[in-house]
């Protein structure tokens, strides 16, 4: 069984910084890709940022220069540091990590960006 812990969540105002972590445990062999998800109230989940075994790393357009991805393959963990944040970053973060054959989801932790 694999499990996604997530951690780092929570209130800020704009402008601010929170650090998101996701560590992966259970019988994994090997993480092909690590990742983050965000979903907002009424809004279908989107990408945010992805980053591979190698460390090639890919971000939604709406948080590049803001947002950076960064993984520990010894600990199977996976960052997000998260700067100059706006209201409309406001969402639930999910982690996501794809194996050979299948994917896993952490259970989600609430970012709110607001004054």
């Known amino acids: 069984q694999v499990q996604l812990v997530e951690s780092g969540g929570g209130l800020v105002q704009p402008g601010g910084s929170l650090r998101l972590s996701c560590a992966a445990s259970?019988?994994?062999?090997?993480?092909?890709?690590m990742g983050w998800y965000r979903q907002a109230p009424g809004e279908q989940r989107e990408l945010v940022a992805v980053i591979t075994s190698g460390g090639s790393t890919y971000y939604a357009d709406s948080v590049k220069g803001r947002f950076t991805i960064s993984r520990d393959n010894a600990k199977n963990t996976v960052y997000l540091q998260m700067n100059s944040l706006k209201p409309e970053d406001t969402a639930v973060y999910y982690c996501h990590i794809q194996v050979v054959l299948r994917d896993y989801w952490g259970q989600g932790t609430q970012v709110t960006v607001s004054s």
């Open positions: 259970g019988n994994i062999f090997s993480i092909l890709t």
